[in-house]
Protein backbone atom coordinates (compact mmCIF):
# COMPACT_ATOMS: atom_id res chain seq x y z
CA UNK A 1 0.00 0.00 0.00
CA UNK A 2 1.45 3.21 -1.01
CA UNK A 3 2.40 5.81 2.03
CA UNK A 4 1.47 9.00 2.19
CA UNK A 5 4.71 10.65 0.81
CA UNK A 6 4.07 8.52 -2.52
CA UNK A 7 0.34 9.37 -2.88
CA UNK A 8 1.17 13.64 -2.02
CA UNK A 9 3.89 12.87 -4.98
CA UNK A 10 1.47 11.42 -7.24
CA UNK A 11 -0.85 14.17 -6.61
CA UNK A 12 0.95 16.28 -7.21
CA UNK A 13 2.30 15.05 -10.54
CA UNK A 14 -1.06 14.86 -10.90
CA UNK A 15 -1.97 18.27 -11.02
CA UNK A 16 0.45 19.82 -12.53
CA UNK A 17 -0.79 17.38 -15.56
CA UNK A 18 -3.85 19.04 -14.98
CA UNK A 19 -2.46 22.38 -15.83
CA UNK A 20 -0.96 21.01 -18.80
CA UNK A 21 -4.42 20.51 -20.13
CA UNK A 22 -5.94 23.78 -18.94
CA UNK A 23 -2.49 25.74 -20.61
CA UNK A 24 -2.47 24.12 -23.77
CA UNK A 25 -6.26 24.32 -24.50
CA UNK A 26 -6.90 27.77 -22.66
CA UNK A 27 -6.98 29.98 -26.29
CA UNK A 28 -9.83 27.79 -28.14
CA UNK A 29 -12.66 29.26 -26.13
CA UNK A 30 -11.04 32.36 -25.55
CA UNK A 31 -9.82 33.38 -28.69
CA UNK A 32 -12.69 35.56 -30.28
CA UNK A 33 -12.34 37.67 -27.13
CA UNK A 34 -8.38 37.57 -27.41
CA UNK A 35 -8.81 38.67 -31.14
CA UNK A 36 -10.56 41.57 -30.01
CA UNK A 37 -8.53 42.39 -27.14
CA UNK A 38 -5.21 42.41 -29.73
CA UNK A 39 -7.42 44.08 -32.61
CA UNK A 40 -5.75 40.71 -34.75
CA UNK A 41 -6.92 39.02 -37.31
CA UNK A 42 -7.41 35.22 -37.59
CA UNK A 43 -3.78 34.77 -38.83
CA UNK A 44 -2.52 36.88 -37.00
CA UNK A 45 -3.72 35.34 -33.08
CA UNK A 46 -2.84 31.98 -34.65
CA UNK A 47 0.53 32.59 -34.48
CA UNK A 48 -0.08 31.92 -30.46
CA UNK A 49 -0.72 28.10 -31.46
CA UNK A 50 2.49 27.90 -32.76
CA UNK A 51 4.72 29.94 -30.43
CA UNK A 52 2.99 27.96 -27.95
CA UNK A 53 3.56 24.79 -29.33
CA UNK A 54 7.24 25.63 -30.38
CA UNK A 55 8.31 26.41 -27.21
CA UNK A 56 6.67 24.15 -25.11
CA UNK A 57 8.59 20.78 -26.90
CA UNK A 58 11.75 22.97 -26.56
CA UNK A 59 10.73 22.96 -23.09
CA UNK A 60 10.34 19.59 -22.97
CA UNK A 61 14.42 19.45 -24.25
CA UNK A 62 15.27 22.02 -21.94
CA UNK A 63 13.97 20.22 -18.50
CA UNK A 64 16.27 16.94 -19.58
CA UNK A 65 19.00 19.80 -19.35
CA UNK A 66 17.91 21.68 -15.54
CA UNK A 67 17.22 18.11 -14.20
CA UNK A 68 21.22 17.50 -14.80
CA UNK A 69 22.11 20.38 -12.42
CA UNK A 70 19.00 20.72 -10.08
CA UNK A 71 16.30 18.01 -8.16
CA UNK A 72 13.75 17.32 -10.23
CA UNK A 73 10.95 18.30 -7.69
CA UNK A 74 12.54 21.96 -7.65
CA UNK A 75 12.65 21.97 -11.26
CA UNK A 76 8.63 21.16 -11.55
CA UNK A 77 8.24 24.12 -8.65
CA UNK A 78 10.06 26.54 -10.45
CA UNK A 79 8.87 25.88 -13.53
CA UNK A 80 5.13 25.86 -12.20
CA UNK A 81 6.30 29.39 -10.73
CA UNK A 82 7.73 30.94 -13.93
CA UNK A 83 4.69 29.59 -16.27
CA UNK A 84 2.16 31.25 -13.78
CA UNK A 85 3.46 34.91 -14.46
CA UNK A 86 3.44 34.45 -18.03
CA UNK A 87 0.00 32.96 -18.43
CA UNK A 88 -1.42 35.81 -16.18
CA UNK A 89 0.79 38.13 -18.87
CA UNK A 90 -1.12 37.36 -21.62
CA UNK A 91 -4.38 39.29 -21.30
CA UNK A 92 -3.12 42.20 -19.43
CA UNK A 93 -1.46 43.60 -22.20
CA UNK A 94 -3.50 44.82 -25.31
CA UNK A 95 0.16 44.42 -27.31
CA UNK A 96 -0.06 40.63 -29.64
CA UNK A 97 4.05 41.21 -29.46
CA UNK A 98 3.58 41.27 -25.92
CA UNK A 99 1.48 38.46 -25.57
CA UNK A 100 3.79 36.47 -28.02
CA UNK A 101 6.19 36.87 -25.63
CA UNK A 102 4.59 35.52 -22.79
CA UNK A 103 2.88 33.12 -24.44
CA UNK A 104 6.60 31.60 -25.24
CA UNK A 105 7.63 31.56 -21.84
CA UNK A 106 4.19 29.98 -20.97
CA UNK A 107 4.95 27.20 -23.11
CA UNK A 108 8.61 26.75 -22.55
CA UNK A 109 7.79 26.21 -18.67
CA UNK A 110 4.87 24.20 -19.30
CA UNK A 111 6.87 21.90 -21.25
CA UNK A 112 9.55 21.49 -18.23
CA UNK A 113 6.37 20.53 -16.20
CA UNK A 114 5.06 17.93 -18.72
CA UNK A 115 8.46 15.71 -19.40
CA UNK A 116 9.37 16.18 -16.02
CA UNK A 117 6.49 14.42 -14.66
CA UNK A 118 6.55 11.59 -17.21
CA UNK A 119 10.27 11.34 -16.40
CA UNK A 120 10.04 11.41 -12.75
CA UNK A 121 6.89 8.62 -13.71
CA UNK A 122 9.26 6.26 -15.54
CA UNK A 123 12.27 6.59 -12.68
CA UNK A 124 10.11 6.05 -9.89
CA UNK A 125 7.46 3.81 -11.32
CA UNK A 126 8.95 1.72 -13.93
CA UNK A 127 7.01 -0.82 -14.16
CA UNK A 128 3.80 0.68 -13.27
CA UNK A 129 2.01 1.64 -17.12
CA UNK A 130 -1.39 1.97 -15.80
CA UNK A 131 0.00 5.18 -13.58
CA UNK A 132 1.27 6.82 -16.50
CA UNK A 133 -2.53 6.42 -18.29
CA UNK A 134 -4.12 8.22 -15.14
CA UNK A 135 -1.43 11.02 -15.37
CA UNK A 136 -2.15 11.62 -18.94
CA UNK A 137 -5.90 11.21 -17.99
CA UNK A 138 -4.91 14.68 -15.94
CA UNK A 139 -4.27 16.80 -19.15
CA UNK A 140 -7.87 15.78 -20.59
CA UNK A 141 -9.37 16.86 -17.26
CA UNK A 142 -7.68 20.25 -17.73
CA UNK A 143 -8.43 20.47 -21.35
CA UNK A 144 -12.42 19.84 -20.13
CA UNK A 145 -12.40 22.13 -17.25
CA UNK A 146 -11.11 25.27 -19.08
CA UNK A 147 -13.79 26.43 -21.54
CA UNK A 148 -16.20 25.64 -18.43
CA UNK A 149 -14.07 27.87 -15.93
CA UNK A 150 -13.82 30.28 -19.00
CA UNK A 151 -17.33 30.78 -19.62
CA UNK A 152 -18.20 33.48 -17.56
CA UNK A 153 -15.62 35.89 -18.38
CA UNK A 154 -15.97 35.32 -22.15
CA UNK A 155 -17.42 38.25 -24.05
CA UNK A 156 -20.98 37.52 -25.80
CA UNK A 157 -20.59 38.46 -29.50
CA UNK A 158 -23.19 38.40 -32.27
CA UNK A 159 -23.09 38.47 -35.37
CA UNK A 160 -23.41 41.47 -37.89
CA UNK A 161 -26.92 40.57 -38.81
CA UNK A 162 -27.99 40.13 -34.72
CA UNK A 163 -26.25 44.00 -34.41
CA UNK A 164 -28.29 45.46 -36.99
CA UNK A 165 -31.43 43.81 -35.73
CA UNK A 166 -30.53 44.57 -32.03
CA UNK A 167 -29.87 48.39 -33.20
CA UNK A 168 -32.39 49.29 -35.20
CA UNK A 169 -34.83 52.02 -33.67
CA UNK A 170 -38.58 53.06 -35.83
CA UNK A 171 -37.23 51.10 -38.64
CA UNK A 172 -33.90 52.95 -39.05
CA UNK A 173 -30.62 51.66 -39.59
CA UNK A 174 -28.35 51.36 -37.04
CA UNK A 175 -25.59 54.56 -36.61
CA UNK A 176 -22.31 53.39 -38.67
CA UNK A 177 -20.29 53.18 -35.47
CA UNK A 178 -22.27 49.98 -34.48
CA UNK A 179 -21.82 48.50 -37.46
CA UNK A 180 -19.13 45.28 -36.65
CA UNK A 181 -17.39 43.61 -39.49
CA UNK A 182 -17.68 39.60 -38.65
CA UNK A 183 -16.01 37.40 -41.04
CA UNK A 184 -14.02 34.08 -40.16
CA UNK A 185 -10.22 35.98 -41.05
CA UNK A 186 -10.79 39.12 -39.47
CA UNK A 187 -13.16 39.83 -36.57
CA UNK A 188 -13.74 43.81 -35.88
CA UNK A 189 -16.04 44.99 -33.52
CA UNK A 190 -16.15 48.41 -35.15
CA UNK A 191 -18.55 49.57 -31.70
CA UNK A 192 -15.60 49.40 -30.01
CA UNK A 193 -13.13 52.37 -31.46
CA UNK A 194 -14.31 54.54 -30.12
CA UNK A 195 -14.02 55.73 -26.57
CA UNK A 196 -16.90 57.73 -26.65
CA UNK A 197 -20.18 55.97 -28.70
CA UNK A 198 -23.55 58.28 -28.08
CA UNK A 199 -26.86 56.28 -29.63
CA UNK A 200 -29.97 57.82 -29.89
CA UNK A 201 -33.67 56.81 -30.24
CA UNK A 202 -36.75 56.30 -27.45
CA UNK A 203 -35.42 53.71 -25.60
CA UNK A 204 -31.22 53.36 -26.41
CA UNK A 205 -29.03 56.09 -24.76
CA UNK A 206 -25.40 55.04 -23.78
CA UNK A 207 -21.82 55.83 -23.90
CA UNK A 208 -18.22 54.16 -23.58
CA UNK A 209 -18.02 51.60 -26.49
CA UNK A 210 -17.45 48.39 -25.04
CA UNK A 211 -17.80 49.42 -21.07
CA UNK A 212 -21.38 49.89 -21.55
CA UNK A 213 -24.14 47.62 -23.41
CA UNK A 214 -27.24 48.97 -24.37
CA UNK A 215 -30.21 47.94 -21.32
CA UNK A 216 -32.27 46.23 -23.85
CA UNK A 217 -33.13 42.28 -23.93
CA UNK A 218 -32.47 42.10 -27.62
CA UNK A 219 -29.29 42.88 -27.42
CA UNK A 220 -26.47 39.74 -26.77
CA UNK A 221 -23.66 41.70 -26.33
CA UNK A 222 -21.66 42.13 -23.13
CA UNK A 223 -18.37 43.30 -21.60
CA UNK A 224 -15.95 40.03 -21.79
CA UNK A 225 -13.86 39.75 -19.08
CA UNK A 226 -10.66 37.72 -20.48
CA UNK A 227 -8.02 38.97 -18.33
CA UNK A 228 -9.11 38.51 -15.13
CA UNK A 229 -9.63 34.78 -16.38
CA UNK A 230 -5.86 34.14 -17.50
CA UNK A 231 -4.63 35.74 -14.21
CA UNK A 232 -6.66 33.24 -12.46
CA UNK A 233 -5.24 30.38 -14.16
CA UNK A 234 -1.86 31.76 -13.09
CA UNK A 235 -2.84 31.99 -9.58
CA UNK A 236 -3.87 28.10 -10.22
CA UNK A 237 -0.22 27.49 -9.95
CA UNK A 238 0.29 27.73 -6.14
CA UNK A 239 -1.41 25.05 -4.62
CA UNK A 240 1.34 22.45 -6.22
CA UNK A 241 4.09 24.94 -5.89
CA UNK A 242 3.62 24.52 -1.76
CA UNK A 243 2.94 21.26 -2.23
CA UNK A 244 6.63 20.61 -4.17
CA UNK A 245 8.45 22.56 -1.96
CA UNK A 246 6.90 20.46 1.15
CA UNK A 247 7.99 17.08 -0.70
CA UNK A 248 11.16 18.55 -1.62
CA UNK A 249 11.88 19.32 1.89
CA UNK A 250 10.54 15.81 3.31
CA UNK A 251 12.72 13.77 0.95
CA UNK A 252 15.63 15.92 -0.19
CA UNK A 253 18.24 13.27 0.66
CA UNK A 254 16.42 10.81 -1.90
CA UNK A 255 17.58 12.52 -4.53
CA UNK A 256 21.27 10.70 -5.65
CA UNK A 257 19.53 8.29 -7.52
CA UNK A 258 17.85 10.58 -9.64
CA UNK A 259 20.87 12.86 -10.50
CA UNK A 260 22.64 9.73 -11.48
CA UNK A 261 20.33 8.49 -13.78
CA UNK A 262 19.91 12.56 -15.12
CA UNK A 263 23.49 11.82 -16.06
CA UNK A 264 22.90 9.41 -18.59
CA UNK A 265 20.00 11.72 -20.20
CA UNK A 266 22.29 11.72 -23.33
CA UNK A 267 24.59 8.83 -23.23
CA UNK A 268 23.23 6.04 -26.00
CA UNK A 269 21.08 3.04 -24.10
CA UNK A 270 20.07 1.00 -26.73
CA UNK A 271 22.47 -1.19 -28.42
CA UNK A 272 20.30 -0.98 -32.29
CA UNK A 273 20.14 3.15 -31.61
CA UNK A 274 22.71 3.66 -34.31
CA UNK A 275 21.26 1.67 -36.63
CA UNK A 276 19.15 2.53 -39.89
CA UNK A 277 15.91 0.78 -38.69
CA UNK A 278 16.12 2.34 -35.45
CA UNK A 279 16.57 5.38 -36.97
CA UNK A 280 13.72 4.86 -39.44
CA UNK A 281 11.37 3.71 -36.91
CA UNK A 282 12.06 6.41 -34.45
CA UNK A 283 11.81 9.03 -37.04
CA UNK A 284 8.52 7.41 -37.93
CA UNK A 285 7.32 7.24 -34.31
CA UNK A 286 7.84 11.26 -33.64
CA UNK A 287 6.16 11.96 -36.58
CA UNK A 288 2.83 9.68 -35.42
CA UNK A 289 3.37 11.70 -32.39
CA UNK A 290 3.07 14.80 -34.04
CA UNK A 291 -0.36 13.95 -35.35
CA UNK A 292 -1.82 11.75 -32.81
CA UNK A 293 -1.50 14.77 -30.46
CA UNK A 294 -1.89 17.54 -33.06
CA UNK A 295 -4.92 16.82 -35.22
CA UNK A 296 -7.39 16.40 -31.90
CA UNK A 297 -5.36 19.25 -30.45
CA UNK A 298 -6.12 21.52 -33.94
CA UNK A 299 -9.38 20.35 -33.85
CA UNK A 300 -10.65 21.25 -29.87
CA UNK A 301 -8.35 24.86 -30.34
CA UNK A 302 -10.75 25.37 -33.45
CA UNK A 303 -13.95 24.08 -32.60
CA UNK A 304 -15.33 27.78 -31.05
CA UNK A 305 -14.34 29.64 -34.26
CA UNK A 306 -15.46 27.37 -36.32
CA UNK A 307 -19.29 27.21 -34.56
CA UNK A 308 -19.17 30.94 -34.45
CA UNK A 309 -17.76 32.04 -37.79
CA UNK A 310 -19.21 29.53 -39.95
CA UNK A 311 -22.76 29.49 -41.11
CA UNK A 312 -24.12 27.68 -38.14
CA UNK A 313 -23.43 31.19 -36.32
CA UNK A 314 -23.56 29.98 -33.28
CA UNK A 315 -23.15 32.20 -29.64
CA UNK A 316 -19.77 31.68 -28.41
CA UNK A 317 -21.10 30.23 -25.15
CA UNK A 318 -22.58 27.73 -26.92
CA UNK A 319 -19.54 26.62 -28.63
CA UNK A 320 -17.60 26.80 -25.21
CA UNK A 321 -19.96 24.11 -24.12
CA UNK A 322 -19.30 22.10 -27.12
CA UNK A 323 -15.82 22.67 -26.99
CA UNK A 324 -15.96 21.63 -23.34
CA UNK A 325 -17.78 18.56 -23.88
CA UNK A 326 -15.56 17.25 -26.73
CA UNK A 327 -12.91 17.73 -24.03
CA UNK A 328 -15.00 15.59 -21.80
CA UNK A 329 -15.20 13.00 -24.33
CA UNK A 330 -11.73 12.91 -25.24
CA UNK A 331 -11.48 12.19 -21.21
CA UNK A 332 -13.98 9.48 -21.11
CA UNK A 333 -11.92 7.90 -24.19
CA UNK A 334 -8.96 8.17 -22.65
CA UNK A 335 -10.34 6.29 -19.50
CA UNK A 336 -12.19 3.85 -21.38
CA UNK A 337 -8.98 3.18 -23.32
CA UNK A 338 -7.16 2.36 -20.33
CA UNK A 339 -9.88 0.07 -19.41
CA UNK A 340 -10.03 -1.61 -22.72
CA UNK A 341 -6.13 -2.11 -22.97
CA UNK A 342 -6.20 -4.59 -20.51
CA UNK A 343 -8.48 -7.02 -22.44
CA UNK A 344 -7.29 -6.34 -25.80
CA UNK A 345 -3.46 -5.67 -27.18
CA UNK A 346 -1.89 -2.25 -27.89
CA UNK A 347 -1.66 -2.68 -30.99
CA UNK A 348 -5.71 -3.75 -31.56
CA UNK A 349 -6.32 -0.26 -29.17
CA UNK A 350 -4.32 1.72 -31.68
CA UNK A 351 -6.36 0.53 -35.09
CA UNK A 352 -9.46 0.79 -33.54
CA UNK A 353 -9.59 4.40 -32.64
CA UNK A 354 -7.66 4.92 -35.94
CA UNK A 355 -10.65 3.48 -37.81
CA UNK A 356 -13.03 4.81 -35.83
CA UNK A 357 -11.79 8.21 -36.13
CA UNK A 358 -12.49 7.93 -39.81
CA UNK A 359 -16.03 8.18 -39.29
CA UNK A 360 -16.65 11.52 -38.08
CA UNK A 361 -13.95 12.60 -40.78
CA UNK A 362 -16.19 11.19 -43.20
CA UNK A 363 -19.05 12.96 -41.78
CA UNK A 364 -17.14 16.61 -41.47
CA UNK A 365 -15.78 16.12 -45.30
CA UNK A 366 -19.23 17.59 -46.56
CA UNK A 367 -20.54 13.73 -47.09
CA UNK A 368 -22.98 14.54 -44.12
CA UNK A 369 -25.13 18.00 -43.98
CA UNK A 370 -22.88 19.75 -41.13
CA UNK A 371 -26.02 20.71 -39.19
CA UNK A 372 -25.32 21.41 -35.62
CA UNK A 373 -26.81 18.24 -34.04
CA UNK A 374 -24.17 16.37 -37.10
CA UNK A 375 -21.24 18.72 -35.33
CA UNK A 376 -21.89 17.43 -31.93
CA UNK A 377 -21.89 13.78 -32.59
CA UNK A 378 -18.83 14.05 -35.21
CA UNK A 379 -17.15 16.07 -32.35
CA UNK A 380 -18.06 13.65 -29.59
CA UNK A 381 -16.65 10.37 -31.93
CA UNK A 382 -13.55 12.41 -32.45
CA UNK A 383 -12.45 12.73 -28.91
CA UNK A 384 -13.64 9.41 -27.86
CA UNK A 385 -11.55 7.94 -30.39
CA UNK A 386 -8.63 10.40 -30.10
CA UNK A 387 -8.22 9.88 -26.04
CA UNK A 388 -6.25 6.93 -26.26
CA UNK A 389 -3.64 7.21 -28.55
CA UNK A 390 -0.58 8.60 -27.38
CA UNK A 391 -0.91 6.81 -23.92
CA UNK A 392 -1.28 3.88 -26.30
CA UNK A 393 1.29 4.62 -28.45
CA UNK A 394 3.50 5.03 -25.42
CA UNK A 395 2.85 1.63 -24.07
CA UNK A 396 2.75 0.40 -27.62
CA UNK A 397 6.48 1.62 -29.24
CA UNK A 398 8.23 0.33 -25.51
CA UNK A 399 7.77 -3.22 -27.78
CA UNK A 400 10.69 -2.17 -30.24
CA UNK A 401 12.58 0.80 -28.45
CA UNK A 402 14.18 1.68 -25.00
CA UNK A 403 12.69 4.82 -23.69
CA UNK A 404 16.38 6.03 -22.22
CA UNK A 405 15.42 9.69 -21.16
CA UNK A 406 16.74 11.16 -24.34
CA UNK A 407 14.86 9.09 -26.63
CA UNK A 408 11.80 10.20 -23.95
CA UNK A 409 12.72 13.67 -24.47
CA UNK A 410 12.34 13.55 -27.99
CA UNK A 411 9.20 11.77 -28.44
CA UNK A 412 7.84 14.35 -25.51
CA UNK A 413 8.84 17.17 -27.86
CA UNK A 414 6.84 15.74 -30.77
CA UNK A 415 4.12 14.63 -28.45
CA UNK A 416 3.85 18.81 -27.40
CA UNK A 417 5.04 19.79 -30.94
CA UNK A 418 2.25 18.88 -32.53
CA UNK A 419 -0.43 20.41 -30.30
CA UNK A 420 0.69 23.61 -31.48
CA UNK A 421 1.95 23.27 -34.52
CA UNK A 422 -1.02 21.67 -36.07
CA UNK A 423 -3.39 24.02 -34.67
CA UNK A 424 -1.30 26.40 -36.21
CA UNK A 425 -1.55 25.12 -39.63
CA UNK A 426 -5.47 25.35 -39.32
CA UNK A 427 -5.70 28.30 -38.29
CA UNK A 428 -3.58 29.39 -41.64
CA UNK A 429 -5.65 27.61 -43.96
CA UNK A 430 -8.94 28.29 -42.16
CA UNK A 431 -7.28 31.89 -42.62
CA UNK A 432 -6.53 31.63 -46.02
CA UNK A 433 -9.42 29.13 -47.03
CA UNK A 434 -12.50 29.80 -44.77
CA UNK A 435 -13.35 27.84 -41.56
CA UNK A 436 -14.42 24.71 -43.26
CA UNK A 437 -10.86 23.98 -43.83
CA UNK A 438 -10.85 22.65 -40.51
CA UNK A 439 -12.93 19.94 -41.69
CA UNK A 440 -10.73 19.16 -44.66
CA UNK A 441 -8.05 19.20 -42.63
CA UNK A 442 -9.20 16.61 -40.22
CA UNK A 443 -10.37 14.16 -42.75
CA UNK A 444 -7.21 14.12 -44.59
CA UNK A 445 -5.23 14.11 -41.36
CA UNK A 446 -7.49 11.25 -40.31
CA UNK A 447 -6.47 9.00 -43.04
CA UNK A 448 -2.88 10.18 -43.38
CA UNK A 449 -2.86 8.52 -39.07
CA UNK A 450 -3.46 5.34 -39.81
CA UNK A 451 -1.40 4.72 -42.78
CA UNK A 452 0.99 6.05 -41.04
CA UNK A 453 0.49 3.83 -38.39
CA UNK A 454 0.61 0.77 -40.86
CA UNK A 455 4.06 1.88 -41.91
CA UNK A 456 5.50 2.38 -38.74
CA UNK A 457 3.90 -1.46 -37.46
CA UNK A 458 6.00 -2.81 -40.81
CA UNK A 459 9.04 -0.88 -39.58
CA UNK A 460 8.48 -2.42 -36.06
CA UNK A 461 7.94 -5.85 -37.38
CA UNK A 462 11.54 -5.50 -39.32
CA UNK A 463 12.95 -4.23 -36.39
CA UNK A 464 12.37 -7.42 -34.61
CA UNK A 465 13.57 -9.74 -37.24
Not at 236 to 246: D, E, R, S, V, Y
Amino acid sequence: MPNKLTVLQVSLWWFSLLLVGVITTVFGPTLPDLQDLYGASLNGISSLFLIMGLSLSFGCLVSVVLMKYLEPTMVLALSLLLEGVCTSTIAITQYLFIACLATAGSGLFIGCVFNTVVRQCNMVFPKSSSLLHLLLVAVSVGAYVTPLLAEPFLGHFCSSQQMNNSFTLNGSEPPLAFQPSVNATNRQYSALRTNEVAATGPNLSFSGGRKDTPNTHQSSYFKADVRTFYVMIGFLNIPPIIGLLILFKVNKNGTEEQANESDMAFEVLDRNENSLKFLLFLGTLLLAFVLFCGVSFAYGNFLTTYGVDSSLKLSVQRMAVMTSVYWLHHLIGRILGTVISTYISQTQLIYICLCGELIPGIMVSGVVSLGEISLWVASILIALFAGPLVAAMFSWSRRYIYFSPFVLGLCTFADSFGSAMLPFVAGQLMGHFGVNALMYFFSSQSIFQLVLFIILSGIGTLMRD
